[in-house]
């Protein structure tokens, strides 16, 4: 089973960096395309990006292109989610999943706790 653990949310101010990781499974690695999913209060979860592991290929939303960058680093176990020009609607719980593209989709069917993304305006 892939086990999935996020780290580094916050709070900060519109315009702020923030890097948030998440320490992936040796199975996920080798296997699956990683990346990021946000919820946001009173809306569903949605795809932020995605990085393939086959050839580190990856996929953005459109909201979030040109100001996030997603990588991962096999030998250290965690794919992690550089968030630059934040904006206030990038407000949510993010969260790390297993997941291919395009369009982006969720390949797991449990999540981790999540770490909050707070951008204050």
């Known amino acids: 089973q892939v086990q999935l653990v996020e780290s580094g949310g916050g709070l900060v101010e519109t315009g702020d960096s923030l890097r948030i990781s998440c320490s992936v499974s040796e199975l996920a690695l080798n296997l699956y395309g990683l990346g990021w999913f946000r919820q946001a209060p009173g809306k569903e979860r949605e795809g932020v990006s995605c990085i393939r592991s086959s050839n580190g290929e990856a996929y953005y939303r459109d909201s979030v292109k040109g100001r996030f960058t997603v990588s991962r680093d096999n030998a250290k176990g965690t794919v992690s989610l550089q968030m630059n020009s934040l904006k206030p609607e990038d407000t949510a719980v993010y969260y790390c999943?297993?997941?291919?593209?395009?369009?982006?989709?969720?390949?797991?069917?449990?999540w981790g706790p999540g770490t909050q993304v707070t951008v204050s305006a």
């Open positions: 999943g297993v997941c291919d593209f395009p369009p982006l989709i969720a390949l797991n069917d449990r």
